[in-house]
C-alpha cells in the first residue's frame, strides 16, 4: 500500500501549514489514518489519527487547539491543518494507516501497518 504524503516545508513561528497524505482508494475508506513526526533524537510520536467515517479523533496534547485531521473519503485524502506552529513542531511527518481490521482511532505506532515516506516541517523562530 502506497501512501503519499506532501505539503511539508519552512514557515516561521505563528504560521500555518496543510500535509495532505493520499492513499489508494481501496484501502483509504476501510483504513483508519494517523499523523506521526518524529524530530531528531526523539521518539516517533502520533499527533492526530481519526477513524473510518472521521466521528472520532485523537491529537497529541501538545497539538491540541493547534492541529486539525480531517478526511476526504471521496478523495482518498487525509489532511493535517498545522495552525500557530512552534519550533518544536519541527519534525518529518508521516501518515499511516491500519489494516483492515483495525477500528480505532489509536495513537500506538505498531498498531498502523502502512507507511509513507514522511514530509519534513521545520519551522524558523
Known amino acids: 500500500v502506497q501512501l503519499q504524503a506532501s505539503g511539508g516545508g519552512l514557515v516561521q513561528a505563528g504560521g500555518s501549514l496543510r500535509l495532505s497524505c493520499a492513499a489508494p482508494g481501496r484501502t483509504f475508506g476501510s483504513s483508519v489514518m494517523g499523523w506521526f513526526r518524529q524530530a531528531p533524537g526523539k521518539e516517533r510520536e502520533c499527533v492526530a489519527a481519526?477513524?473510518?467515517?472521521?466521528?472520532?479523533?485523537y491529537y497529541a496534547d501538545s497539538v491540541k487547539g493547534r492541529f486539525t485531521i480531517s478526511r476526504d473519503n471521496a478523495k482518498n485524502t487525509v489532511y493535517l491543518q498545522m495552525n500557530s506552529l512552534k519550533p518544536e513542531d519541527t519534525a518529518v511527518y508521516y501518515c499511516?494507516?491500519?489494516?483492515?481490521?483495525?477500528?480505532?482511532?489509536?495513537?500506538?505506532?505498531?498498531?498502523?501497518?502502512?507507511w509513507g515516506q514522511g514530509t519534513q516541517v521545520t519551522v524558523s523562530s
Open positions: 481519526i477513524n473510518r467515517s472521521g466521528s472520532s479523533t
Open positions: 499511516a494507516a491500519r489494516g483492515p481490521y483495525g477500528t480505532a482511532a489509536t495513537r500506538s505506532d505498531t498498531d498502523y501497518d502502512y
